[in-house]
Every structure is written in C-alpha cells, then in structure tokens.
C-alpha cells in the first residue's frame, strides 16, 4: 500500500509537469548550461527512476537493497513534492520521451538479472543516474540564473553527493 501511495504521489506530481520539451540538446550529448526547466524535468526523471527501482526489488530477499530502494524511493517522493511547489515559481517542465525510454531500458536490464547479478545492475543503474543528476545540478549551479531553482539544486546537492558515493562503495562491494 505505501508503493502505492508512493506511485500515485509520484504520478500527481510528474502530471503537473506539461511546458516546452527538453529536446533542444541530442541524446547523449552534455549540455554545458542546463536551463532550469531542463534541471527540473531531469530530477523528475531521476525520480521516477527510483520509484520504479523500488517496484523491481520487491521480490528479492535481500534485505539490504530492498531498504536502500524504499529509502530513495520515499527521499524522491519528498523531492517531488518541493518540485511540484517549485515549479508554480519557476515555470513548467516536460520529461523527455527519449529519457523515459532510457529509463525504461535500464529497469529492463535489471529484470532480466538475479541473485547477486541484479544487485550489482541494481546499482550500477543507480550510479549512473546519481552521477547524471549530480552533473547537471553542478553545470547548473555554474551558471544558474533563477534564484529559486538555484537554491534548491543547492539544497539537494549535499544528499545527492553522497548518496551517490554511497552508491559507488555498494556497487565496488558487490
């Protein structure tokens, strides 16, 4: 039941997300100056990333991961919930299509995975979402220009960076 609500709050806020598509820069090329709908529109993307995470590890029996998932889940879900309020002062932002294929490709992988395998895809699929994340609130805050969206990138860059180095040491453990 709480995936559940999770899920939903999830989608409410993803929902309110409807403006200009992020299109402007190819697929996989670095955007040296992310917009601030472009940096809003990729912490939805890593957050519903970590809502879907947390579906795939339901079935497993180690606990560990299963903690770690609820944890990032329930950590997007409060993220989500400041975006939302965040993006009435800041302006709209889409999620990309090829983004959420992107995603969806990832989660894909993890399924087809067991045992320790789908541990470390667990995480390797984590790292590489973090250090995105984390990069683009970083070139961002290089050249931000929207105090509001500037100040909460600096808010979430802290727990970002070192969820992420978590990341790395679970990933180099497994």
């Known amino acids: 039941m709480r995936i559940a609500a999770l899920l939903f709050m999830l989608a409410l806020g993803a929902g309110a997300v409807r403006s200009e598509s992020l299109?402007?820069?190819?697929?996989?090329?670095?955007?040296?100056?992310?917009?601030?709908?472009?940096?809003?529109?990729?912490?939805?993307?890593?957050?519903?990333?970590?809502?879907?995470?947390?579906?795939?590890?339901?079935?497993?029996?180690?606990?560990?991961?299963?903690?770690?998932a609820a944890l990032r889940a329930e950590a997007a879900l409060q993220?989500?919930?400041?975006?939302?309020?965040?993006?009435?002062?800041?302006?709209?932002?889409?999620?990309?299509?090829p983004a959420a294929g992107e995603r969806a490709d990832v989660l894909a992988a993890m399924d087809s995975a067991e045992g320790p395998a789908f541990v470390r895809s667990f995480y390797a699929a984590q790292l590489a979402q973090y250090e995105m994340t984390v990069s683009v609130l970083e070139r961002y805050l290089?050249?931000?220009?929207?105090?509001?969206?500037?100040?909460?990138?600096?808010?979430?860059?802290?727990?970002?960076?070192?969820?992420?180095?978590?990341?790395?040491?679970?990933?180099?453990?497994?």
């Open 142 to 174: 290089q050249s931000s220009d929207i105090d509001d969206v500037k100040n909460f990138a600096a808010a979430q860059l802290p727990r970002l960076r070192a969820e992420l180095e978590d990341t790395r040491a679970a990933l180099a453990e497994k």
């Open 79 to 97: 993220r989500d919930q400041a975006l939302v309020e965040l993006q009435h002062r800041a302006g709209k932002a889409e999620i990309s299509r």
């Open 23 to 68: 299109d402007r820069t190819p697929l996989g090329a670095v955007d040296p100056h992310p917009t601030p709908p472009e940096v809003i529109a990729r912490l939805y993307e890593f957050d519903a990333f970590q809502q879907a995470a947390i579906d795939r590890t339901a079935a497993l029996s180690n606990s560990d991961v299963q903690n770690v």
